[in-house]
């Protein structure tokens, strides 16, 4: 991982990729937004262009059409400024970490796979999603999700307070399953409750990034 204002570090990246392996000097650049860690682009670099994105900061690649440097954004203004690079174990493809301005493709996609930079959290995401199928589902008085939105958020509440001292208690034993047990009931609950309020996930993710120093 290299910083782009270390100067030194900048000429020893470029030393070790190789931009021998292909004819024309050029390896690929992926591109991913550092804290989505969604993939937004590829691109491809010769040396010219690695060295500009490192002095510059902004991502730069070589144009096959134009056949010349090209920094992302220079016409639209939507740069991508580096946060870190990586290069692959065989040194001939580069991992750039960005903090995109604005839509990244062409199309006014956020990606050039047409889908939205948002942050994912795995199977929480799923997760998240199955509790929204459930609310909305046509037969959901028949699932214990829509059963809890039916009787209201006073009682989605109770519920999360519950499992919560449940969890403190098990916390306070020695019996590492049934800790395991109660807190994933409480995460279970909490994620009810979140919806239920009108939040997700990532409203979370904002509220402690804001509080990030």
Not at 183 to 209: N, R, V
């Amino acid at each position: 991982m290299v910083p782009s204002t270390n100067k030194k570090q900048q000429i020893t990246m470029i030393m070790k990729v190789d931009f021998s392996k292909n004819l024309d000097g050029l390896i690929p650049a992926i591109i991913q937004d550092a804290r989505t860690k969604s993939v937004l682009m590829l691109g491809y670099m010769n040396e010219a262009a690695l060295a500009k994105t490192q002095d510059s900061g902004k991502v730069t690649f070589f144009s096959r059409s134009k056949q010349r440097l090209w920094t992302k954004g220079e016409e639209s203004g939507n740069f991508l400024h580096v946060v870190a690079i990586k290069n692959d174990c065989d040194n001939d493809s580069l991992l750039f970490q960005v903090k995109p301005v604005g839509p990244v493709c062409h199309t006014g996609s956020d990606t050039c796979w047409n889908e939205k930079n948002e942050t994912q959290f795995g199977f929480f995401s799923e997760l998240e999603r199955t509790i929204e199928q459930r609310r909305i589902a046509a037969d959901g008085a028949k699932s214990y999700v829509a059963s809890l939105f039916d009787k209201g958020i006073n009682k989605i509440a109770q519920k999360v307070g519950e499992e919560a001292v449940e969890t403190v208690i098990e916390a306070m034993d020695n019996k590492d399953e049934l800790f395991l047990y109660e807190s994933a009931d409480l995460l279970f609950h909490y994620l009810i409750l979140l919806q239920a309020k009108g939040f997700t996930l990532k409203d979370i993710e904002a509220e402690l990034m804001k509080r990030k120093k």
